[in-house]
């Protein structure tokens, strides 16, 4: 596979090297051996928006697996041994020759012309005596309809043309790979939520083509992430239309056409001015595209991840400033668009209830770290009467951040079963690109739960989640862990009753239940 990038004018290249066996001398009249080094970079697609040059390229890296075909033309005629050689990076970042190797020769080398492309094909139309030997492989090059991820680059024709060189550098040869094929870019609107809401800031969030046509063939484009656009290779110097739908705050459509030079890229912009309005509340379902749907709408999304169970920013510099500053709000540090509210995820992380772990703190280590000092607020609220008092702010991911680090720095011994817990239901539900990653809520985040738990319970319920539980008895194992440390034995838990609202358990095998969180 290769990974696709959108870079800027700095040059990516790969470097390929296979050794043979020279035929000059040495200083003493042996026989030295010769490198011949085959070097790679591309030359991108060059972007053009709105018909206008820009200064950016769109270029590609190889990775281990890719496979590269090389030729040697001299005199009109294919060389003996250079014709279509396979040549396959490994994991060590060299490109390696299979079957015979290649015999430098210093004389020879210089009447040759190499030719290179990718990806490698068993069977190629070249041609050694014409100036193009390429051209009727790229006049017949098939466009595969589904561009998808990895499947992209079957598609991105490649090749270049070069010299060996001389001098210092004698027998290196560099390609730079052209892209002999053209490409169309998708800039998507964003779907922009105007919350009703008094203080909300907008929620806005990326949006995919929900259907795309190339030439009125439905065509699966591929998605670049760091760029957040939608690509499609197309046919050079031949006229292509682009059409498709996409949903807004309604199903929107849109077309375009043109006809692009091999090598070329433009960007299509789509704009899309509507909002959805929108009255934010507890209840309402989040969902695994970051879509909102309120609990009045009647209806239950296929796709719902979670409810929302407080509206507000529930950054800690902002909901508490007397506490937390920017510069430790760990939330406000990675997440600074997650302004709206927090989400309690559907179902528990644990389908049987289970141990937070062993004895030992999570929540200190940064005080020594010289990177992190200054980055976090401690979540060990010590015998507390009143842990929620004393620590307050929803500090849920602050916390969890803690305790995952600490878990990655080798201190493993506090948290194994609670990491456990957590980085497995990351894995299993993913969420939105809009929001925070799912964190164990602190106790002031497990209130906001207990105060909103009949309205949480009947969407959950609604939507087939796990609805939550409490207890009047103090020692039940029915209770709900948080990321609030007692001590090194004791964390706090929240049994979502009103009378038993806060204890602590963590040794001697009481267990709890995992219930994520997250911001957005």
Known sequence: MKIYNNLSICALAGLFAFTSCTKEDGMEGGSVAQPFQISVSDRGFQGISDGRAVDENYKTTFVAGDVVGVYGVAGGQVVEGISNRKFTLNEKGVWELEGNPIEYDSELFKTITFYAYYPYQDNVAFNPAVEDPFADFVANWQIAADQGGSKYTKSDLMTSTSQAEAGRLQGKVTFTM???MALAVLKMPTLVYDFTNGGLDDYSLNVAPKELLINDVETTPYYDAASGTYMALVKPETNYSI???????KEMAFSAAGSLA????KMYTINDPNKINHTLQVGDYLCADGNLVSMDAGTVPDNAIGVVCYVGNPQPHVTHPDNCTETNDALYRDYPNCTHGLVLALNNANEVIDRFSSKGVFSTWFTSDNDW?????GCNTGNSTSPIVMYPGYLGYNNTTLLTMCYEKGNTSPCTTAYSNIMSYRERVI???????????????LDLVYQNMNILNKQILAARGNDLISTTNGESNNFYWSSNERNDSFMWVHHMDGGTSFLNRRDNGTKGYFRMMLAF
């Open 178 to 180: 052209n892209h002999r």
């Open 243 to 249: 059409s498709g739908t996409y949903q807004g705050a």
């Open 262 to 265: 091999g090598g070329k890229a």
């Open 373 to 377: 000092s200054d980055k976090f607020i």
């Open 431 to 445: 969420t939105p690109s809009a929001s925070s990653v799912w964190f164990l809520p602190n106790l002031a985040e």
